[in-house]
């Protein structure tokens, strides 16, 4: 399992940028975020299943995943909100 997310250069502290690697450290990272849980709606990302998250109709963060087997392989976040402003989000659910 691994997880990649991009928030851009200028966030720090757990929203930073990285990459991880393992089940367990990604799980624990994910539950960091479980509060925000309710304002995610699924969505197709690159043409595969994936999730924003739009608080207040305002897009705070995509997520797509790579599926293998059954299983959740990947996860890739991004929440840069330079790129989010450049994405198509029509047809979004927000």
Same mark, same amino acid.
């Given at each position: 399992? @691994?997880?990649?997310? *991009?928030?851009?250069?200028?966030? &720090?502290? @757990?929203?930073?940028?990285? $990459?991880? /690697?393992?089940? %367990?450290?990604?799980?624990?990272?994910? #539950?960091?975020? @479980?509060?925000? $849980? %309710? %304002? $995610? /709606? +699924?969505?197709?990302?690159?043409?595969?299943?994936?999730?924003?998250?739009?608080? *207040?109709? &305002?897009?705070?963060?995509?997520?797509?995943?790579?599926?293998? !087997?059954? /299983?959740?392989?990947?996860?890739?976040? #991004?929440? *840069?909100?330079? &790129? +989010? $402003? &450049? #994405? !198509?989000?029509?047809?979004?659910?927000?």
């Amino acid at each position: 399992m @691994a997880l990649r997310a *991009d928030s851009g250069a200028l966030i &720090r502290g @757990a929203a930073a940028s990285k $990459a991880l /690697r393992g089940a %367990h450290t990604v799980a624990e990272q994910a #539950l960091l975020f @479980a509060p925000f $849980a %309710h %304002h $995610a /709606r +699924l969505t197709l990302v690159n043409g595969s299943v994936g999730v924003v998250n739009a608080p *207040d109709g &305002r897009v705070v963060s995509v997520m797509g995943v790579t599926i293998a !087997d059954g /299983r959740i392989t990947e996860m890739y976040i #991004l929440s *840069d909100p330079e &790129r +989010l $402003a &450049r #994405l !198509d989000m029509n047809g979004t659910a927000r």
